[in-house]
């Protein structure tokens, strides 16, 4: 290439660099004085979350929708450094259930009904005061009608608070005695009539008058997270038999810590009470977990729990053991979900308390051993913890276009004490829903053994969500 050539593409180069730069100049100019009309810019207007399933409303609804799109309120600000933003849902669920259970000796057919309804106000996202009401039932009967022996109506309805109380996080209402987090001070706390699990219900499912108090999000060289509680439970306590022991406080120690390769929970429960029901000293150990086996996935729980009576062995409490396991996965290429659930039962183990509704303890097995709540419908093979080895096989399908599901199982109960209260049950379950408030519900099951005759059992219920 000559000089001259050179110097003349040197210049056109040179040229053109200088319209590139004008040009990015001047449309990056008109980009700032036409931003609104800018397609890729994004907006400063909020824009709606688009669903494709639209919220249902609750029956109630005050400040700032539950789950919902929009702005938030400004909310206002305490003297401790909390900013609430106050908001009032009232929902609740009705129960209605056309029911006959036969064990093989007695048989009960009825109309129940249940009613429970919810008021949350949430001051903030840890913060909240829950009421809760069961206005047509009481001590575990329930509004409607008997249409076996002694027909008639039951007219079961009560006034009293089934729940209220508060819970919020000690850290959060006091935010500026703490503002870089550097003093643990996030201290869960509750106090009021509340339900309370432990064990997944198998130690303790009641309602009681307590306080609770737990650190939570502790960190140690063996866990990524480590939760401690303590509870102290003064009043309206159910025992083991489902009865309201006046006599009774409870007082609990729980933790739950997540290892490398476990869940692991363990609890300890105290009872003191008087002298006709006596004192009892409950514990539990938990392990949830995934387990591979030949590139199956399997979720699985292992909980060993006992009981020990301190005065005497009452109805309210006994001595004795429970192993419990739960083994379930998904099929390949399926939603659904297999399941075994087994338990051995050793001398007469008893919870620490239950409510009115909450049937015996190995009512976790499955349906044919869980008690459903609503009026006096059985479990097929029963749900007290005394004597006996058990088990229960079962598939739950679901078929999301038809939004249906069914749950098929087939259980046993061994009694391990010569009382002849050995059986076999079959099973299931239908739900269909109905609209965005209703679910449709079949039940059934027949049962049978060498020394008893045979049960069975049918129930059509109807659930309204509001």
């Known amino acids: 290439m000559s000089r001259s050539t050179g110097k003349r593409w040197g210049c056109l180069w040179f040229a053109t660099t200088i319209a590139v730069v004008i040009v990015c100049e001047l449309s990056s100019a008109w980009g700032q004085e036409s931003q609104s009309q800018s397609g890729s810019r994004l907006s400063d207007q909020p824009i709606p979350l688009d669903t494709t399933i639209e919220r249902p409303s609750p029956l109630l609804e005050l400040g700032d929708p539950f789950l919902g799109a929009g702005n938030l309120q400004k909310g206002i600000t305490l003297p401790g450094g909390a900013v609430w933003q106050p908001s009032l849902v009232l929902f609740g669920t009705y129960r209605t259930a056309v029911q006959t259970f036969s064990d093989g000796k007695a048989q009960r057919s009825e ?77 869960g706390f509750s106090i009021g009539r509340q339900p309370l699990l432990l064990q997944d219900g198998l130690l303790l499912n009641a309602t009681i008058d307590s306080i609770g108090i737990v650190r939570h999000s502790l960190h140690t060289p063996w866990s990524s997270g480590w939760r401690l509680n303590f509870l102290y439970g003064w009043n309206d306590l159910h025992r083991n038999d489902n009865r309201l022991d006046r006599s009774a406080q409870l007082v609990a120690l729980s933790t739950s810590a997540d290892l490398p390769w476990s869940t692991m929970d363990l609890d300890l429960v105290y009872v003191p009470a008087g002298g006709r029901t006596g004192d009892g000293l409950y514990g539990g150990l938990g392990a949830i977990q995934r387990i591979s086996i030949f590139d199956t996935t399997f979720n699985t729980t292992f909980r060993i729990l006992g009981s020990r009576a301190l005065n005497r062995p009452t109805s309210q409490t006994a001595n004795g053991a429970l192993l419990y396991a739960e083994i379930g996965l998904t099929p390949e290429g399926t939603p659904n979900w297999a399941y075994l659930d087994a338990f051995v039962a050793i001398d007469r183990f008893s919870s620490a308390g239950r409510n009115p509704d909450a049937g015996g303890p190995l009512g976790k097995t499955g349906l044919l051993f869980q008690a459903v709540g609503l009026g006096r419908y059985g479990a097929a093979l029963g749900n007290s913890a005394d004597n006996s080895v058990g088990f229960v096989l079962g598939y739950q399908m679901f078929f999301a276009y038809f939004r249906q599901q069914l ?26 829903a109905i609209g965005r408030h209703l679910i449709f519900q079949l039940d059934s099951f027949v049962s049978g053994g060498s020394h008893r005759g045979v049960g069975y059992g049918g129930r059509t219920e109807l659930v309204v969500k509001f």
């Open 111 to 187: 109309w129940a009904n249940r009613l429970d309804l919810f008021g949350n106000l949430q001051l903030t996202g840890t913060e909240r005061i829950l009421l809760g009401l069961r206005p047509l039932d009481k001590n575990g009967r329930h509004l409607g009608y008997q249409f076996d022996s002694g027909a008639g109506f039951n007219k079961h309805v009560d006034g009293n608070l089934e729940m209220l109380f508060f819970e919020g996080d000690f850290g959060e209402i006091f935010p500026n005695l703490d503002l870089y987090d550097r003093r643990s001070l996030d201290y």
């Open 407 to 432: 749950i098929l199982e087939l259980g046993a109960r061994k009694d391990t004490r010569g009382s002849d209260q050995d059986a076999l049950a079959f099973g299931g379950r239908f739900q269909q």
